[in-house]
């Protein structure tokens, strides 16, 4: 089993959050999660590598991040980044601060989304990184603590609202369920969960739900934004990358153990999704990790 560093973060029971402001040339923290949300902004961090779940992606001059799930890996390393003066602010609260309750209330309906995808990593828009700029910008130096706690909730609210945000993680590597989907779709999904490492036919996922191949197909993209086709591949890629990550297995044993019946569709299916070869990716993972 890999290890993963997991963090003891300055939380403590009294704190509704806690906001770190810092101006670094380096990324040396290693890939980590832990039970706390975090929302990660970075200025001037053009070429840092992102790393959440199973996406590895190079950020440009302005990012922010919101991670909610407790056992998905993170991190932010040096990549092709070469500024001397990257600002960064991180926050992280507790997923007690928002109950259920709470969230359960039309007005945090956005929130409680935001929150659910999250699970998964989330990342925002430029535009939305520019309309809280200057909440971000004070929230660190702001010295009543009740006016900092309106000013996350004005930042949570405004970014929920953001409908270029991005999903990163795939929900087979983080290990999530998506239980808002239809009654439908959730039955394909969880045949095709079971099943990825098997042929799965067009044919008889439609059949499972009493729809023809055509209006299935039409049924199943409308409420997934994917192709299906491009899910299946998603759910193999996503629990690959977790052997890849988990296990000492051979590439090519992981390979056909998650579906895939040639190796080197499979490196080349993984290198257009992630960015990096199977061999490149555990390479990236391994390095750094350790339990404290």
């Given at each position: 089993m890999s290890q993963v560093l997991q963090e003891i973060t300055p939380l403590s029971e009294k704190d509704c959050f806690y906001v770190v402001e810092r101006h670094k040339s380096e990324f040396l923290f290693p890939i980590h999660c832990h039970a706390e949300f975090e929302l990660n902004f970075i200025e001037n961090g053009a070429g840092v590598r992102r790393i959440v779940g199973d996406s590895v992606e190079e950020i440009g001059d302005y990012e922010l991040t919101l991670v909610a799930g407790e056992r998905l890996e993170h991190a932010w390393e040096q990549g092709n980044c070469h500024s001397a003066d990257v600002r960064e602010i991180t926050i992280q609260f507790s997923r007690t601060l928002f109950p259920e309750e709470l969230l359960a209330r039309k007005q945090f309906r956005t929130i409680r989304e935001m929150f659910h995808k999250a699970a998964n990593g989330l990342t925002f828009s430029l535009k939305a990184i520019m309309k809280v700029y200057?909440?971000?910008?004070?929230?660190?130096?702001?010295?009543?603590?009740?006016?900092?706690?309106?000013?996350?909730?004005?930042?949570?609210?405004?970014?929920?609202?953001?409908?270029?945000?991005?999903?990163?993680?795939?929900?087979?590597?983080?290990?999530?369920?998506?239980?808002?989907?239809?009654?439908?779709?959730r039955?394909?999904?969880?045949?095709?969960?079971?099943?990825?490492?098997?042929?799965?036919?067009?044919?008889?996922?439609?059949?499972?739900?009493?729809?023809?191949?055509s209006a299935f197909s039409r049924f199943f993209k409308q409420h997934t934004g994917r192709t299906l086709m491009d899910y299946i591949i998603d759910i193999r890629l996503g629990n690959a990358a977790r052997l890849l990550v988990d296990t000492s297995e051979g590439i090519s044993e992981i390979?056909?153990?998650?579906?895939?019946?040639?190796?080197?569709?499979?490196?080349?299916?993984?290198?257009?999704?992630?960015?990096?070869?199977?061999?490149?990716?555990?390479?990236?993972?391994?390095?750094?990790?350790?339990?404290?």
């Open positions: 200057n909440l971000l910008d004070v929230l660190a130096s702001e010295p009543d603590g009740f006016e900092q706690y309106q000013r996350l909730l004005q930042i949570l609210y405004t970014l929920s609202n953001d409908e270029g945000a991005r999903v990163l993680a795939s929900s087979s590597f983080a290990n999530m369920e998506h239980n808002e989907e239809s009654r439908r779709v039955k394909v999904q969880e045949y095709i969960n079971a099943r990825y490492n098997e042929e799965i036919r067009l044919e008889d996922c439609a059949a499972m739900v009493g729809m023809s191949s390979s056909y153990a998650c579906g895939f019946n040639n190796l080197s569709n499979f490196n080349r299916a993984f290198k257009a999704r992630r960015g990096y070869t199977p061999r490149d990716f555990r390479t990236l993972f391994k390095k750094n990790r350790v339990f404290v």
